[in-house]
């Protein structure tokens, strides 16, 4: 191939390499421009397959580039050239145009999979055939997934391509005919396309940062949650084991009062272990459904304490943070306790009890829990003789009514109950997303109507 004069005067450069390459640089320095004339094909003479354009790479590469790359694809020579003139030497926020000249369809899907970093192409409409451009244009997006690339069609016969038919139907940044063109107009179009583009790389780039972030933040919460699940495990089966040695303690003591009182310890323990058999079993590992707690709670001390008394669960989803499941839990336990071993009548046999009153029909013992308003409620009902009037919990010699009151305060709750037709008690306390948490009130401040019980 013979050396082809700049527009300026000045004599071609051909590259080095190869002469198959049919690559010609047009002037020196840093405003050279570089034209490909003809196709390139493989050792076989065959042009190679469409690819896909790895986007995310692209925009790596160019984050560092100094020069925009504008591929220019029309048939017609004189276009190359005027194109070529009208953005000799211009700059786009201080880098350099590198253009690629391609003069048919084909050639430019070539250019386009070889250079995944083209920020621009300047298209013509009719080629090789009618919709040459147009057939570019869909395999940008179709076939070479790039989405990214500013497309700016332009064309000598508006007429075969309307413009709002070309706009409504096609991917495409701008469209002008050719007579409209000017060079300033020129300009500004390369100009709004590199710009588009280059955002559009970086928005590209923080999705793919976004994703990866993600990927391993999900990941993380995997791990987390299996690590968690373990922790919760044997967390309940060392409290298990606490129970154990406690029960075999117990069962060397030589009066029945003190191994009552560890068997209540065992207990207490228990009803600890079950927040933590609970959370190992479930998909969220920071809220517990009081109500499927409780549930299980009332049934396992029904069968422990007073297998024949009859019990009744009323109980809606009620979810409270781990945080409130401890003591919220030795609260249910405790109160639980206190019923099945004081709140049933002592009046004869079974079909002697309470058939009418608080518990309702065929109830010895009843349990409430549930939302209202807001604000978690637990009621414990029972069938039993009652409260005596001057019960005061800071003056109960029980050890349980007393840790009762210690962790209502540490919930900043309130506890009423009274003690006609048998005993009731309420417990109410917001969940901690209402932002009061587990805060100590003043010593002065009760968390309710004075509380306490001696055994009945």
């Known amino acids: 191939m013979n050396p082809v004069d700049d527009p300026r005067g000045k004599p071609a450069t051909p590259p080095s390499g190869d002469a198959d390459d049919d690559v010609i640089v047009l002037g020196d320095g840093e405003d050279d421009i570089v034209v490909f004339d003809h196709h390139k094909r493989d050792g076989a003479g065959r042009e190679p397959a469409s690819k896909a354009v790895d986007v995310g790479v692209a925009a790596k590469a160019s984050a560092s580039a100094s020069e925009w790359t504008v591929l220019v694809v029309d048939d ?21 145009l590198r253009l690629l000249e391609a003069r048919s369809g084909e050639h430019a899907r070539q250019l386009l999979q070889a250079e995944p970093d083209c920020a621009v192409v300047l298209l013509d409409v009719v080629m090789e055939t009618d919709d040459a451009g147009l057939a570019v244009a869909r395999w940008i997006r179709d076939e070479l997934k790039n989405p990214l690339v500013r497309i700016v069609l332009r064309t000598g016969q ?101 191994r009552d009182l560890i068997e209540e310890s065992v207990m207490r323990v228990q009803s600890m272990a079950l927040i933590h058999q609970h959370l190992y079993g479930v998909e969220s590992l920071d809220r517990v459904d009081l109500a499927d707690y409780t549930r299980v709670l009332a049934e396992s001390l029904r069968i422990l304490l007073a297998p024949s008394v009859r019990l009744r669960v009323d109980a809606t989803t009620a979810a409270i943070s781990i945080n409130q499941a401890i003591p919220a839990g030795l609260i249910v336990n405790e109160l639980l306790t206190n019923a099945f071993k004081y709140g049933v009548s002592k009046r004869g046999s079974p079909e ?74 309420v417990l109410t306390f917001l969940p901690d997303e209402h932002g009061r948490g587990l805060l100590e009130r003043p010593a002065d401040e009760q968390a309710g109507p004075a509380l306490g019980k001696t055994p009945r």
Request: with cysteine; charged share 25%; hydrophobic share 35%.
């Open 76 to 96: 017609e020579p004189d276009i190359h050239t005027v194109t070529r003139l009208a953005l000799d030497g211009f700059r786009i926020d201080g880098c350099r």
């Open 158 to 258: 508006p007429g075969v391509t309307p413009e709002e038919t070309v706009m409504s139907s096609y991917d495409i940044h701008d469209y002008y005919a050719k007579t409209e063109i000017s060079a300033r107009r020129l300009r500004n179009a390369v100009t709004s396309g590199v710009r588009a583009w280059r955002d559009l790389q970086t928005m590209n780039l923080q999705r793919q940062a976004l994703e990866q972030a993600q990927v391993t933040i999900v990941q993380s919460l995997k791990e987390k949650e299996t690590l968690l699940r373990e922790i919760h495990h044997r967390v309940k089966n060392n409290l298990q084991i606490m129970s154990s040695l406690l029960r075999l303690q117990g069962e060397r003591m030589p009066s029945q009062e003190a």
């Open 352 to 425: 002697a009890r309470v058939e009418e009153g608080r518990t309702g029909p065929g109830c010895d013992v009843r349990v409430e829990v549930g939302i209202t308003n807001g604000t978690i409620r637990v009621a414990v009902l029972d069938a039993g003789p009652g409260l005596p009037d001057d019960i005061n919990l800071k003056k109960a010699s029980s050890i349980g009514l007393h840790l009762i009151h210690l962790l209502t305060r540490q919930l900043r709750g309130t506890l009423a109950y009274d003690g006609d037709q048998g005993a009731r008690f």
